[in-house]
């Protein structure tokens, strides 16, 4: 599904038109409240979103779909009147994908979305899926289930257990895990690390066990 956010009737409809026309299966939403909704129902392959919103603007939308575990490697396209270099720079600086300056053409938005797609699929090819035992993960789809079902988990956690499988079998020292996941050194005090592991291990469940201690250095998940 591409949710297209923009609060002129006119334009959103002849958006959804296009897509629908060439292909794509595709809504049109007014705002931030409409399109949380949304996704809730169907997940998003694609967002078109404007800047200029009444109340909520695109940019404060866009800030919450990439805080957001469901929504964070969802590619968003801004579409907006607003064209200066700042305004570019600022919305693919928050996370944006691709940038449109209004008015723009049917077929070049279409052909935008496309590559755009086609970009997210070869990332996808190029990150590995994991399945061990009753734990699956895909960290370009950001999915974590265990025994088929759903697990929603905070960025440090799901970032904390990536790094471990991309690792298997390395014994990861705290002091490491702190600079991949924190970005800062461990100090000899902080119990940050063993405090997400705790509560990594409970959110898996069952699969939490694939999480090994190393007495005195760190974490692995072995082989």
């Known amino acids: ?13 002849i ?6 026309s060439t292909g794509f299966e595709a809504e049109g939403v007014e705002g931030g409240a409409e399109l949380f909704a949304a996704l809730k129902k169907t997940p998003a392959e694609l967002i078109i979103l404007d800047v200029m919103l009444p109340g909520e603007d695109g940019l404060e939308i866009l800030k919450k779909l990439r ?5 964070r490697s969802v590619p968003v ?13 600022n919305g693919l600086d928050s996370g944006a994908d ?22 997210t699929e070869q990332d ?5 899926e994991y399945t061990l035992g009753k734990l699956y993960v895909c960290p370009a789809k950001h999915i974590v289930r265990v025994n088929g079902e759903d697990l929603s988990l905070t960025l440090k956690e799901f970032d904390l257990l990536c790094l471990l499988l991309e690792n298997r079998g390395i014994v990861l020292t705290r002091d490491v895990i702190l600079n991949k996941i924190w970005g800062y050194s461990f100090d000899g005090e ?3 690390v063993d405090v997400h592991i705790r509560t990594l291990r409970q959110k898996l469940g069952p699969a ?13 998940i072995g082989e």
């Open 1 to 13: 599904m591409i949710y297209c956010v923009e609060d002129d009737a006119n334009v959103r409809d």
């Open 208 to 220: 939490g066990e694939i999480i090994e201690t190393v007495r005195g250095i760190g974490y692995k």
């Open 190 to 192: 902080s119990r940050t």
């Open 77 to 89: 396209i801004m579409a907006t009147a607003r064209g200066e270099e700042y305004d570019k720079i």
């Open 98 to 119: 691709d940038y449109l300056v209004k008015p723009f053409g049917m077929m070049e938005l279409v052909a935008r979305i496309k590559a755009l797609l086609r970009r």
């Open 15 to 20: 958006e959804v038109y296009a897509l629908r």
């Open 124 to 128: 996808v090819k190029r990150n590995p």
């Open 67 to 71: 805080l957001n575990a469901a929504t």
